[in-house]
T-cell receptor
Framework: DVKVTQSSRYLVKRTGEKVFLECVQDMDHENMFWYRQDPGLGLRLIYFSYDVKMKEKGDIPEGYSVSREKKERFSLILESASTNQTSMYLC???????????????FGEGSRLTVL | GQNIDQPTEMTATEGAIVQINCTYQTSGFNGLFWYQQHAGEAPTFLSYNVLDGLEEKGRFSSFLSRSKGYSYLLLKELQMKDSASYLCAALDSNYQLIWGAGTKLIIKP
Protein backbone atom coordinates (compact mmCIF):
# COMPACT_ATOMS: atom_id res chain seq x y z
CA ASP A 1 0.00 0.00 0.00
CA VAL A 2 1.12 3.51 -0.78
CA LYS A 3 1.76 5.51 2.30
CA VAL A 4 2.01 9.27 2.54
CA THR A 5 3.12 10.38 5.97
CA GLN A 6 2.92 13.91 7.29
CA SER A 7 5.20 14.72 10.17
CA SER A 8 2.74 16.48 12.47
CA ARG A 9 -1.00 15.99 12.82
CA TYR A 10 -1.52 19.08 14.97
CA LEU A 11 0.61 22.18 15.43
CA VAL A 12 0.06 25.43 17.27
CA LYS A 13 2.36 28.31 16.37
CA ARG A 14 2.55 32.01 17.05
CA THR A 15 2.36 34.77 14.46
CA GLY A 16 5.76 35.35 12.89
CA GLU A 17 7.16 31.91 13.66
CA LYS A 18 8.72 29.76 10.96
CA VAL A 19 6.83 26.54 10.35
CA PHE A 20 8.02 23.36 8.63
CA LEU A 21 5.57 20.75 7.45
CA GLU A 22 7.16 17.58 6.17
CA CYS A 23 5.72 14.90 3.93
CA VAL A 24 7.23 11.56 2.98
CA GLN A 25 5.92 9.01 0.50
CA ASP A 26 7.20 5.48 0.20
CA MET A 27 6.24 4.46 -3.34
CA ASP A 28 8.74 6.29 -5.52
CA HIS A 29 6.14 8.72 -6.91
CA GLU A 30 7.35 11.51 -9.17
CA ASN A 31 4.67 14.04 -8.31
CA MET A 32 4.07 15.56 -4.90
CA PHE A 33 1.61 18.27 -3.92
CA TRP A 34 0.72 20.55 -1.02
CA TYR A 35 -2.89 21.63 -0.60
CA ARG A 36 -4.76 23.51 2.05
CA GLN A 37 -8.30 22.60 3.00
CA ASP A 38 -10.64 25.13 4.58
CA PRO A 39 -14.34 24.73 5.48
CA GLY A 40 -16.66 25.60 2.60
CA LEU A 41 -13.84 25.77 0.07
CA GLY A 42 -12.41 23.20 -2.27
CA LEU A 43 -8.85 22.02 -1.90
CA ARG A 44 -6.48 24.74 -2.99
CA LEU A 45 -3.10 23.91 -4.45
CA ILE A 46 -0.16 25.71 -2.86
CA TYR A 47 2.82 24.16 -4.66
CA PHE A 48 3.65 21.00 -6.49
CA SER A 49 6.77 19.20 -7.62
CA TYR A 50 7.24 16.70 -10.42
CA ASP A 51 10.88 15.90 -9.77
CA VAL A 52 13.66 16.38 -7.25
CA LYS A 53 14.60 20.04 -6.88
CA MET A 54 11.73 21.03 -9.19
CA LYS A 55 8.80 23.06 -7.92
CA GLU A 56 5.90 24.92 -9.44
CA LYS A 57 3.48 27.40 -7.93
CA GLY A 58 -0.10 26.42 -7.50
CA ASP A 59 -3.07 28.69 -7.00
CA ILE A 60 -2.09 30.21 -3.64
CA PRO A 61 1.72 30.19 -3.22
CA GLU A 62 2.00 33.53 -1.42
CA GLY A 63 3.46 33.17 2.05
CA TYR A 64 4.71 29.65 1.39
CA SER A 65 7.81 27.99 -0.02
CA VAL A 66 8.71 24.36 -0.62
CA SER A 67 11.72 22.11 -0.80
CA ARG A 68 12.25 18.80 -2.51
CA GLU A 69 15.80 17.62 -2.00
CA LYS A 70 14.93 13.92 -2.17
CA LYS A 71 12.32 12.19 -4.27
CA GLU A 72 10.39 10.84 -1.31
CA ARG A 73 10.26 14.05 0.73
CA PHE A 74 8.42 17.32 0.06
CA SER A 75 8.48 20.05 2.68
CA LEU A 76 6.22 23.06 3.02
CA ILE A 77 7.66 26.10 4.75
CA LEU A 78 5.86 29.09 6.19
CA GLU A 79 8.61 31.67 6.63
CA SER A 80 6.55 33.89 8.93
CA ALA A 81 3.25 32.35 9.95
CA SER A 82 0.15 34.51 9.99
CA THR A 83 -3.31 33.87 11.43
CA ASN A 84 -4.83 33.53 7.96
CA GLN A 85 -2.63 30.49 7.44
CA THR A 86 -4.55 28.59 10.09
CA SER A 87 -5.79 25.62 8.11
CA MET A 88 -5.59 21.91 7.37
CA TYR A 89 -2.61 21.14 5.13
CA LEU A 90 -2.75 18.05 2.97
CA CYS A 91 0.18 16.49 1.17
CA UNK A 92 -0.41 14.18 -1.79
CA UNK A 93 1.62 12.18 -4.26
CA UNK A 94 0.93 10.51 -7.58
CA UNK A 95 2.76 8.06 -9.76
CA UNK A 96 1.93 9.56 -13.15
CA UNK A 97 4.59 11.48 -14.95
CA UNK A 98 4.23 15.16 -15.61
CA UNK A 99 2.57 14.52 -18.94
CA UNK A 100 -0.15 12.37 -17.42
CA UNK A 101 -1.89 14.05 -14.50
CA UNK A 102 -4.85 11.70 -14.62
CA UNK A 103 -3.41 9.42 -12.02
CA UNK A 104 -4.87 8.82 -8.61
CA UNK A 105 -3.67 11.11 -5.83
CA UNK A 106 -2.61 9.51 -2.55
CA PHE A 107 -3.08 11.85 0.38
CA GLY A 108 -1.53 12.07 3.80
CA GLU A 109 -3.82 12.43 6.81
CA GLY A 110 -3.21 16.14 7.08
CA SER A 111 -1.53 18.60 9.40
CA ARG A 112 -3.87 20.93 11.25
CA LEU A 113 -2.04 24.19 11.87
CA THR A 114 -3.31 26.85 14.22
CA VAL A 115 -1.54 30.21 14.20
CA LEU A 116 -2.25 32.39 17.22
CA GLY B 1 -13.93 31.60 -14.10
CA GLN B 2 -13.67 27.95 -13.24
CA ASN B 3 -16.18 26.49 -10.84
CA ILE B 4 -17.35 23.25 -9.33
CA ASP B 5 -20.72 23.04 -7.62
CA GLN B 6 -21.92 20.26 -5.37
CA PRO B 7 -24.43 20.23 -2.50
CA THR B 8 -23.00 21.07 0.90
CA GLU B 9 -24.76 18.33 2.81
CA MET B 10 -27.08 15.39 2.17
CA THR B 11 -28.83 12.93 4.45
CA ALA B 12 -29.84 9.39 3.56
CA THR B 13 -31.00 6.23 5.27
CA GLU B 14 -28.98 3.07 5.77
CA GLY B 15 -29.73 0.57 3.00
CA ALA B 16 -31.04 3.22 0.62
CA ILE B 17 -29.54 4.78 -2.54
CA VAL B 18 -28.18 8.32 -2.76
CA GLN B 19 -26.99 10.38 -5.73
CA ILE B 20 -24.50 13.19 -5.21
CA ASN B 21 -24.43 15.66 -8.08
CA CYS B 22 -21.55 17.77 -9.32
CA THR B 23 -21.61 20.41 -12.04
CA TYR B 24 -18.46 21.93 -13.42
CA GLN B 25 -17.39 24.87 -15.54
CA THR B 26 -13.77 24.68 -16.56
CA SER B 27 -11.46 25.93 -19.28
CA GLY B 28 -11.26 22.71 -21.21
CA PHE B 29 -11.84 19.34 -19.64
CA ASN B 30 -9.67 16.29 -19.15
CA GLY B 31 -11.67 14.21 -16.75
CA LEU B 32 -13.50 14.19 -13.45
CA PHE B 33 -12.53 12.61 -10.13
CA TRP B 34 -14.47 11.62 -7.03
CA TYR B 35 -12.74 11.22 -3.69
CA GLN B 36 -14.10 10.11 -0.31
CA GLN B 37 -12.93 11.75 2.90
CA HIS B 38 -13.92 10.49 6.33
CA ALA B 39 -13.76 13.06 9.11
CA GLY B 40 -10.18 13.57 10.25
CA GLU B 41 -8.77 11.31 7.57
CA ALA B 42 -7.08 11.56 4.19
CA PRO B 43 -9.16 11.75 1.01
CA THR B 44 -9.14 8.47 -0.91
CA PHE B 45 -9.73 7.96 -4.62
CA LEU B 46 -13.08 6.59 -5.74
CA SER B 47 -13.33 7.13 -9.50
CA TYR B 48 -12.10 8.89 -12.61
CA ASN B 49 -14.34 9.51 -15.65
CA VAL B 50 -13.24 11.06 -18.91
CA LEU B 51 -15.80 9.56 -21.31
CA ASP B 52 -19.56 9.99 -21.14
CA GLY B 53 -21.46 7.28 -19.37
CA LEU B 54 -21.73 5.29 -16.22
CA GLU B 55 -18.89 3.38 -14.57
CA GLU B 56 -19.76 0.93 -11.85
CA LYS B 57 -17.48 -0.20 -9.08
CA GLY B 58 -19.27 -2.36 -6.58
CA ARG B 59 -21.79 -0.30 -4.59
CA PHE B 60 -20.44 2.93 -6.07
CA SER B 61 -21.05 4.21 -9.61
CA SER B 62 -19.96 7.43 -11.27
CA PHE B 63 -21.62 9.09 -14.26
CA LEU B 64 -20.36 11.79 -16.59
CA SER B 65 -22.04 13.96 -19.22
CA ARG B 66 -19.43 16.17 -20.88
CA SER B 67 -22.00 18.08 -22.93
CA LYS B 68 -23.87 19.07 -19.77
CA GLY B 69 -20.84 19.62 -17.55
CA TYR B 70 -22.36 17.22 -15.06
CA SER B 71 -21.38 14.21 -13.03
CA TYR B 72 -22.93 12.23 -10.24
CA LEU B 73 -21.77 9.66 -7.73
CA LEU B 74 -24.32 6.98 -6.95
CA LEU B 75 -24.05 5.02 -3.72
CA LYS B 76 -26.23 1.93 -3.32
CA GLU B 77 -27.07 -0.17 -0.26
CA LEU B 78 -25.82 2.57 2.00
CA GLN B 79 -23.87 1.58 5.07
CA MET B 80 -23.09 3.65 8.14
CA LYS B 81 -19.43 3.67 7.12
CA ASP B 82 -20.38 5.62 3.98
CA SER B 83 -20.88 8.69 6.18
CA ALA B 84 -18.14 10.95 4.83
CA SER B 85 -17.49 13.94 2.63
CA TYR B 86 -17.40 13.32 -1.12
CA LEU B 87 -15.14 15.58 -3.15
CA CYS B 88 -15.64 16.24 -6.85
CA ALA B 89 -12.70 17.56 -8.89
CA ALA B 90 -12.36 18.37 -12.60
CA LEU B 91 -9.15 18.41 -14.61
CA ASP B 92 -8.95 21.49 -16.84
CA SER B 93 -7.16 22.02 -20.15
CA ASN B 94 -3.90 22.79 -18.31
CA TYR B 95 -4.25 19.55 -16.37
CA GLN B 96 -4.90 21.41 -13.14
CA LEU B 97 -7.42 19.98 -10.71
CA ILE B 98 -10.33 22.23 -9.79
CA TRP B 99 -11.96 21.02 -6.56
CA GLY B 100 -15.48 21.36 -5.27
CA ALA B 101 -16.04 22.16 -1.61
CA GLY B 102 -17.29 18.64 -0.93
CA THR B 103 -20.63 17.10 0.00
CA LYS B 104 -21.03 15.88 3.56
CA LEU B 105 -23.15 12.73 3.50
CA ILE B 106 -24.91 11.77 6.73
CA ILE B 107 -26.32 8.25 6.97
CA LYS B 108 -29.09 7.61 9.47
CA PRO B 109 -30.08 4.17 10.75
Amino acid sequence: DVKVTQSSRYLVKRTGEKVFLECVQDMDHENMFWYRQDPGLGLRLIYFSYDVKMKEKGDIPEGYSVSREKKERFSLILESASTNQTSMYLCASSLSGRGDPTGELFFGEGSRLTVL
Amino acid sequence: GQNIDQPTEMTATEGAIVQINCTYQTSGFNGLFWYQQHAGEAPTFLSYNVLDGLEEKGRFSSFLSRSKGYSYLLLKELQMKDSASYLCAALDSNYQLIWGAGTKLIIKP
